[in-house]
């Protein structure tokens, strides 16, 4: 059985690229695929279960897979008929059911042939099975390949992944820490985590260095993915990195692997947010990036039973890769001069038709016909850009209704000035008590963070704000929690961080931008952020000198850091027990103020919002 070497595949540094290279080649019979070509491909079924789905599914549209010669893409476990002189391309994780299903396709004669590629490696049992079924059907001589293609995470952004995207809770936060988890139970955890890591460093080609904290889960899938990469490594005949300096694509260093606990920061995990792609995710429906559209636009709509629709978001939408870790009166400015270019673009189409229709411009009938045809060809590059505007117009609608109703930016920048140890306009009181600020959970919020990040609140003035968030409907179990685990952890605040209140311009739809507080975010660092930074300059740190050191290519062991070693490049950060666009987006951003310096990916266990997290923490009080 074969594994897939990806040494041969494109020089794309980021996570995402690497990950479709991969996919491609997959379906391409798992050989390499040649961009220049100008051969048809070879026309396949490509057949996944719903974790294979969730892994193509934000990196290749409908079109692309077309491109690769995919007539049918089906799930496995639906009903299908079979497809004479067809070859069948499997994408699914080595289940004892999936594999059941697959023997029952086998001895149904559903295809021509079966290239069969397993998200995470097979076990020996289940290879047995499949022979079985094989032999029983006379057809072995069908199944042109068995792969296991180490695919194990779903990129959602360039340098983002997470583990998966269904039965996350024994990966979240509350999974984790919740009192009767069993040691099944974590091991579980554990082993999910190291392969999904263990897949993306093969899809990457290269062995990191990993640095943890000590005495949490962190440290736990730290040390079992040591002990795995070592393995791999020692066995020189089948190793996964027998190449990795020239198969890695990140760059000839090789990348530091940071594994931190969730528990390092929970305020950020519940802080109303400012960019575009986090406030979408905070406020409307985003999964495997693509997002739910309210009908009408306004979050009225959705409580009135209206229709939604889902709309992606995709890599193509070049409004979208400049816009989405901007804050959001940027993008209230940009789809308004999308909107202007977009218009003036057509008038100038309109006004060539019309000077070319009655020979007002004086040109002769080759040059008007030339004029317009290249204005005619421009038509569907502009009709794409309209279906942009018109998706980002109707997002930051529903996004302004959102910030309006609530009053989101004045809880945004509260929330920064308490994480910044500054004074607020208004005091958490005041605010809890304003019947026209806010929900019930946006209150909550802003509390919590205010109790996270106050060390000397007193029992009375707690209870006090407890009893006025019970007077505004908010459910405050999470409060519960959040005392015991300050007991526990006897936790200090978090360094500072700053924000400045900064006019940066306004949205065009007037009426409805008044009174929305035009706030940037400053160029300070998330405690994640400083993190990293500590650990890949080498830098001595409270933070993080205690980290442990584990390197999987050296014999003997050490715990820290050699003195000797130069600072990181490139890292990967991943959050044990959840992560959010919030963390993401201030990585990236310290990224682009090193000047390409530094490159950082960031993956998570799971990707939550802040109403999902309050969820978390009450379900550990209730536990």
Not at 59 to 80: D, N, P, W, Y
Not at 267 to 294: C, E, F, G
Not at 387 to 393: S, V
Not at 480 to 490: G, P, S, V
């Amino acid at each position: 059985m074969a594994s897939n070497s990806l040494a041969d595949l494109g020089d794309r540094n980021d996570l995402r690229s690497r990950q479709t290279d991969a996919i491609k080649r997959m379906i391409n019979f798992n050989t390499p695929v040649r961009a220049a070509t100008a051969e048809e491909p070879t026309w396949k079924v490509l057949v996944y279960d719903k974790y294979g789905q969730d892994i193509i599914s934000p990196i290749m549209s409908r079109l692309e897979l077309q491109q690769c010669g995919v007539t049918l893409h089906l799930e496995l476990h639906k009903a299908r008929d079979a497809v004479a002189d067809v070859p069948a391309v499997y994408f699914v994780m080595p289940t004892a059911e999936n594999i059941a299903r697959i023997c029952q396709d086998i001895r149904g004669g559903l295809y021509e042939t079966y290239y069969f590629n397993f998200i995470s490696a097979v076990p020996r049992q289940r290879l047995e099975e499949l022979a079985t079924a094989a032999l029983e059907a006379d057809c072995v001589s069908s199944i042109s390949k068995i792969v296991d293609q180490y695919q194990s995470f779903l990129s959602l952004e360039e340098n983002m992944f997470v583990v998966r995207h269904r039965d996350l809770e024994a990966l979240s936060y509350y999974g984790i820490n919740r009192s009767d988890a069993r040691d099944t139970d974590m091991e579980m955890m554990r082993d999910a985590i190291v392969e999904s890591l263990f897949a993306l460093f093969v899809t990457l080609g290269t062995v990191p260095v990993i640095r943890c904290p000590r005495g949490n889960a962190a440290e736990m899938i730290a040390e079992a993915l040591d002990k795995k990469l070592r393995e791999n490594l020692r066995d020189t005949r089948n190793s996964l990195f027998g190449g990795d300096m020239a198969a890695g694509q990140f760059s000839f260093h090789r990348p530091l692997l940071i594994l931190l606990d969730r528990s390092i920061d929970l305020a950020t995990p519940l802080h109303h947010s400012w960019t575009y792609q986090a406030l979408i995710h905070d406020l409307m429906k985003l999964s495997l990036n693509r997002v739910t559209l309210r009908e009408g636009g306004t979050a009225a709509a959705t409580t009135a039973g209206a229709a939604a629709q889902g709309k992606d978001l995709s890599r193509t939408d070049q409004f979208w890769q400049k816009h989405r870790g901007s804050a959001f009166p940027t993008v209230a400015d940009s789809v308004q001069a999308e909107l202007q270019d977009y218009q003036a673009a057509g008038e100038r189409v309109k006004d060539l038709k019309v000077a070319v229709g009655d020979g007002s411009d004086g040109s002769d009938l080759s040059q008007n016909t030339e004029k317009l045809m290249s204005a005619m060809g421009s038509v569907p590059e502009l009709l794409e850009k309209k279906k942009a505007i018109d998706l980002h117009t109707n997002i930051a609608s529903t996004l302004l209704d959102d910030i309006k109703t609530r009053k989101l930016d004045m809880f945004f920048d509260t929330e920064e000035k308490i994480l910044s140890k500054s004074s607020p306009d208004r005091t958490v009181l005041e605010i809890i008590r304003d019947p026209d600020a806010g929900t019930p959970l946006d209150k909550l919020r802003l509390f919590l963070i205010y109790y996270l990040m106050t060390a000397s609140l007193s029992e009375a003035e707690l209870g006090e704000h407890v009893q006025e968030l019970e007077r505004a409907g908010a459910d405050v179990t999470a409060v519960t929690y959040l005392k015991q685990w300050k007991a526990f952890n006897k936790m200090a605040a978090p360094a500072s961080r700053a924000v400045s209140s900064v006019a940066t311009g306004s949205f065009s739809l007037k009426s409805m931008i008044q009174g929305v507080r035009d706030l940037v975010i400053t160029d300070k660092n998330l405690p994640v952020t400083r993190i990293v930074e500590a650990l890949m300059d080498l830098t001595r740190s409270t933070e993080v000198d205690d980290y442990r050191y584990l390197d999987p290519k050296v014999l003997r062991q050490a715990d820290s850091a050699p003195k000797s070693r130069a600072p990181f490049r490139e890292a990967v950060v991943f959050v044990v027990g959840g992560g959010n666009y919030i963390e993401y987006q201030n990585l990236q951003d310290f990224c682009k103020r090193s000047n390409g310096a530094k490159h950082i990916s960031y993956g998570t266990s799971s990707l939550v919002n802040a109403e999902q997290f309050v969820e978390e923490l009450s379900k550990l009080a209730r536990s």
